[in-house]
C-alpha cells in the first residue's frame, strides 16, 4: 500500500482495495426491472422471481424505521448504491483458478492459510457473489450440504424452497423486504440427521467497489440431532462514500439440533451494517449467536431466537466497539414460545472518541411459556468523555412461571484495576489494553482461537493513543 | 401554547404510548376537550392557595391536554411542616393540579380518594437548594376510576428529595413522573409499589434526568400481579454530557401470582457522561418455592403464606425512605389494603 493510501485507511488494516474488475456491473439504483434482471441472470426458478418482486414493492412501500439513529439512517441513498456487481464468472473449487486480483486479497486477509489449519468448509464472497468455495471431503460424504446460495438453490430447489423465508419474512422490515428483493450470494447449510460437524466452516465476505451493496442471504439447517459452528467475517475498504451491506440469516434447529453462529464484523467506517438474524429453535435444540461488533459506520443488529419447542435453549454473547463516528445499535431478541425455555445473553460494549454504542434487547415470555428462565447482563465501559452508552432493553411477560433477571451497567474504567496494574509496571496504555480485553473475555473464549487472537489485536490496535 | 385540538396523538411506536395509547386514557374521544370539574382538597396540616394555572410544560399530548381543562392550581405552603392531604374526586371528570415548593423540610402524604370515571392529576414541584421534601402519593381511587397522572419535580442544588407512590386503586392507570435534577449534589429517591388485582391496568412511566455533577437517583419499582392485571414500567434515566460522577440505579421487580397476569419492565439508560455509575436491573419471578415450603411448614395455609410473601415484597418497597412519616404512612395503608384483598 502506498502511503497516501495508508494514511486514507488510518489504523483500519482492511482498508486497501483492489482496482475493481467486474465481469458485469448494475447501474446505480433500484427498479423492478433490476430485481429481474438479478433473478434471471442467476437465472432463477418463477417462484424465486416472484418473492424478490413482491420484496421489491414491499420495500418500496415501507417507511424507514421511526427509531433508532434516524439522522444516520436518512443518510442512506438508495439510488447511489450498486444493487449487483459479479467479479468472477463462477465459484472455484480450487484456490488456484480464483481471479488473481482477488485471490491476493483474501491471501492478504489470511484466507487460505486458515482454511488448511483449521476450518470444515470456506466460502469467500468478493461482492456480490461466492467467488471460491471448498468443503472437506469427509463432510461431504456424510452429506452435509455447504454451498453459496445462489448454488444452494439451483442443486436444492426443494429444500431453499421449504424454508426460504420462514423465519425472516420479507416483510418483517424495510432491510429484510430490500434483501429479499435483490440478495446474492450468502451461504446455505444442511447438516443432516446426527452429523455433527466437529471443525467449523467459515464465510468470508469482502466488499471492494465503492457504494457496493451486499445482500447476502444465508440460510442454516440443522437436522434433528446434528451441531454446525459456523463462523463468519466481513471487511471492506474504506472510501469517502459508504456502502450498505444488509444480510439476512435464518437458522433453524430441528430436535435436538445445535447451531452456533460467530460473527467478527470488521466493516471499515463507512458501511452501514443494516442486517436481520433470526434463528428458530425446535424442541430441546440450541441456537447461539456469538456477535462481535468493532467496525462499520451504523450497525444495527439484534440477533434474534425464537424458542419454539420445548426444552430450546438460546445463547447470545454479543460484544461492541464504537469509536470515533460509530454508531453500534446492537441487542439481542428472545422470544419464550414453549414451555421450560432457556436463555442467557450477555452484551459487552466499549465507547471511546465520541462512539456511541447501544444495547436494544428483547425478551418476550408468552402465555404458553411455562417454567422458562433468562438471564440478561449488560455492561457498558466509557473510555472518554465524549462517548455514549444506551441500553434500551425490553421485558413482556405473559406467563407468571417465568424467571427472568436483566442487569445492565455503565462505568468507566476502574481507576484501582489501573492503579493495580501500573503498579506493576505496565504503562497506563497497556494496562487499558488489558483491562479491555479482559472486559470482553467471556466473548473473547468463545471464538475460535484464530479469530480470538485476531480480535484481540484489532482491539489493541484500537485501543492505541487512547490515553491522554 | 400549544393547542390540545393541533397536537398530533402519539402513535404506540413511541415509547411512552407502547402499552397505554393515549385514546385509552382520554375521557372521552380523543378529538374533544370535555368540561371537567375540579377535586376537592382537604387538609389540616398545610396551608393551601389557589390561583390561575401554572402550565404544564409541553412536552407530551397528556400535559398539553391537562393544561386545557385544568381550572386552576392550588399551591401547598408545606415548610416545616409535616402531614396529609386529602384529594377526593367525584363525578365524571375531574381535575386537579398540585404545586409544591419546598425551602427548608417538609414530609407530605397524598390521599386520592373517590369514584370518578376519569381523573387527571397533576403534580409539580421544586425542592429549592438545600431543602428536604418527602412526598408520598397514595392511590385509593374505586376500582373503575381512569387515571392520568403527570409529575414535573425540578430538584436544586444540595437538595434531597424522595417520592414514593403506593398504586392499588384506579381501574386503568397511565402515571407520567418526570423528575430533573438541576442542581449540584442534588439527590432523589423514588420508590414504588403497584399491587394489580381483577383487570388492573398500571403503566408507569419515570422519567430521571441528571443535568449536573455529583447527582444521584435511586429508583425502586416493585409490582405484584393478580389476576388479570397487567403491570407496566418504563424508566428513562438520561445523564447529560456534563453530569460527571453521577450515581444512577433503576430497579423494577416483578411478581405474577396468577397465570393470566402480565408485567412488562423496560428500563432505558442513556449515558452522555464517562465519570458515573449508572445501573438498572430488572427482574420478574413468581413467588419462590422455598419461601413458601418454610412459611407452609411453620403452619400457614398457602393463601396466607403467599399474602405474607407478597406484603413483604410491597412493604419493603418503602423500607428505603428517610422521612418516618412518609414511610409509615404508606407501609400501615398498604398492609390495611392487602389484608382486605389477599386473605378473602
Known sequence: MTQEAQDAVGDYKYGFHDPESATIRFDK??????????????????????????????????????????????????????????????????????????????????????????????TAQY????????????????????????????????????????VIPHSDNKFSALNTAVWSGGSFIYVPKGVHVEMPVQAYFRINAKNMGQFERTLIIADEGSSIHYVEGCTAPTYSTDSLHSAVVELIAMEGAKIRYSTVQNWSANVYNLVTKRGVAHKNATVEWVDGNIGSKLTMKYPAVLLKGEGAHAEVISV??????????????????????????????ISKNGGRSSYRGMLQVT????????????????????????TYPTME???????????????????????????????????????????????????????????????????????? | MTSYLDANVPSRSEHLWRYTPWSRVHPGAV??????????????????????????????????????????TTTIDCDDKDGNIHIHAGGHAVATHLHVTCNTASNIVIYLHGEPDWFGLALTGDVNANAQLSVGVINELSTDTVMVRVDDWSVHRDARFELATLSMG????????????????????????????????????????????????HLLLNAACDDRSHSIGTGALTIDDVAQHTDAGQIFRNLLLSPSSRAEAIPELEVLANEVAAAHGAASAPINKEHLHYLMSRGLSKEEATSMIVEGFLVDSFSGLDSEHVRDEMQTRLTVHLECQLIR
Open chain 1, 29 to 122: 439504483g433500484l427498479s423492478e426491472q433490476v430485481v429481474r434482471d438479478i433473478s434471471e441472470l442467476k437465472g432463477e426458478p418463477e417462484w424465486m422471481t416472484d418473492i424478490r418482486v413482491k420484496a421489491y414493492h414491499h420495500f418500496m412501500e415501507r417507511e424507514m424505521p421511526t427509531w433508532g439513529n434516524c439522522d444516520s439512517l436518512a443518510g442512506i441513498d438508495f439510488d447511489n448504491v450498486t444493487y449487483f456487481l459479479r467479479s468472477s464468472d463462477k465459484t472455484e473449487k480450487d484456490w488456484d483458478d480464483v481471479p488473481d486480483d482477488i485471490k491476493r486479497t483474501f491471501d492478504r486477509l489470511g484466507i487460505p492459510e486458515a482454511e488448511q489449519k483449521w476450518l470444515g468448509g470456506v
Open chain 1, 127 to 166: 461482492e456480490s457473489e461466492a467467488v471460491y468455495h471448498s468443503i472437506r471431503e469427509d463432510l461431504e460424504e456424510q452429506g452435509v450440504l455447504f454451498l453459496d446460495m445462489d448454488s444452494g438453490l439451483k442443486e436444492h430447489p426443494e429444500l431453499v424452497k421449504k424454508y426460504f423465508g420462514t
Open chain 1, 320 to 349: 461492541a466497539y464504537a469509536g470515533e463516528g460509530q454508531h453500534q445499535d446492537a441487542g439481542a431478541k428472545v422470544h419464550h414460545l414453549a414451555p421450560n425455555t432457556t436463555s442467557s445473553i450477555l452484551s459487552k460494549s
Open chain 1, 367 to 390: 402465555p404458553k411459556a411455562a417454567g422458562c428462565r433468562s438471564k440478561v447482563v449488560c455492561d457498558a465501559l466509557m473510555l472518554d468523555e465524549d462517548s455514549r452508552s444506551d
Open chain 1, 397 to 468: 411477560i405473559g406467563n407468571p412461571t417465568a424467571d427472568l433477571e436483566h442487569e445492565a451497567s455503565v462505568s468507566k474504567v476502574s481507576g484501582d484495576q489501573l492503579f493495580y496494574l501500573m503498579s506493576r509496571g505496565h504503562t497506563e496504555e497497556e494496562a487499558m489494553g488489558m483491562i479491555v480485553n479482559g472486559f470482553f473475555e467471556p466473548f473473547t473464549r468463545e471464538l475460535p482461537m484464530e479469530y480470538a487472537v485476531e480480535l484481540n489485536r484489532l482491539l489493541e490496535l484500537e485501543m492505541e493513543g487512547s490515553i491522554g
Open chain 2, 31 to 72: 378529538d374533544t376537550v370535555p368540561q371537567v370539574d375540579t377535586a376537592t382538597i382537604k387538609t389540616e396540616d398545610f396551608g393551601l392557595a389557589t390561583s390561575a394555572i401554572k402550565p404544564l410544560p409541553t412536552s407530551d399530548i397528556a400535559r398539553i391536554f391537562l393544561n386545557e381543562i385544568l381550572q386552576e
Open chain 2, 170 to 217: 384506579g381501574h386503568r392507570n397511565k402515571s407520567d413522573i418526570r423528575s430533573t435534577l438541576k442542581g449540584s449534589n442534588a439527590s432523589l429517591k423514588q420508590f414504588i409499589a403497584v399491587h394489580g388485582h381483577g383487570t388492573r391496568h398500571d403503566d408507569h412511566h419515570i422519567e430521571i434526568h441528571h443535568q449536573q455533577p455529583h447527582t444521584n437517583s
